[in-house]
T-cell receptor, first 113, second 113 residues
């Protein structure tokens, strides 16, 4: 079992729709969770971080965390073609301010105009 | 504020040669991380510096890899001698202390022929 599981996709959604990206993790002691967006040939760019159960909204992005189910998701509302990228789920298993981050393989999102 | 910068962006060398990758973190970031992504696989942790000290080098593949961060500023990752399986994209990331999210550079694409 991988430490962080993601469907590699591609996930195709029409422009204006909601894109739903999912991630599960195996270590129950994980403390913080991140979503990175990576365009081809570019660096992973942090778009959301979430630390407690529930929803966290930032603009068109909503991150959801359910620690009991070991599940993290990212919703992108009103998807735009510029959102087409690979979305990496990252889980921090460290503690005391020390990060030990494990990445999922990433889900490729394609937003169709 | 300048981001994380990595040099070179691409490197092509022959098996058995030596290559040194460099990372300049964001100014003031004590934490510096090295990661590697092999084609088709997840981004994998290599090691973590706190200032000039190695906090965790559990992800280093073998003793052909040597990382340094003299003075706690920039870091180098040397591969000597390079093998075919060392090909991939090497990412560097940095963060402030206190468990803050990591910021990534664009990576060095290393190809071993």
């Amino acid at each position: 079992q991988k430490e962080v599981e993601q469907n590699s996709g591609p996930l195709s959604v029409p422009e204006g729709a909601i894109a739903s990206l999912n991630c599960t993790y195996s270590d129950r002691g994980s403390q913080s969770f991140f979503w990175y967006r990576q365009y081809s040939g570019k660096s992973p760019e942090l778009i959301m971080s979430i630390y407690s159960n529930g929803d966290k909204e930032d603009g068109r992005f909503t991150a959801q965390l359910n620690k009991a189910s070991q599940y993290v998701s990212l919703l992108i509302r009103d998807s735009q073609p510029s959102d087409s990228a690979t979305y990496l789920c990252a889980v921090n298993r460290g503690s005391g301010g020390y990060q030990k981050v494990t990445f999922g393989i990433g889900t490729k999102l394609q937003v169709i105009p | 504020e300048a981001g994380v910068t990595q040099f070179p962006s691409h490197s092509v060398i022959e098996k058995g040669q030596t290559v040194t990758l460099r990372c300049d973190p964001i100014s003031g970031h004590d934490n510096l991380y090295w990661y590697r992504r092999v084609m088709g696989k997840e981004i994998k942790f290599l090691l973590h510096f706190v200032k000039e000290s190695k906090q965790d080098e559990s992800g280093m593949p073998n003793n052909r890899f040597l990382a340094e961060r003299t003075g706690g500023t920039y870091s180098t990752l040397k591969v000597q001698p390079a093998e075919l399986e060392d090909s991939g994209v090497y990412f560097c990331a940095s963060s402030q202390s206190g468990g803050k999210p990591q910021h990534f550079g664009d990576g060095t694409r290393l190809s071993i022929l």
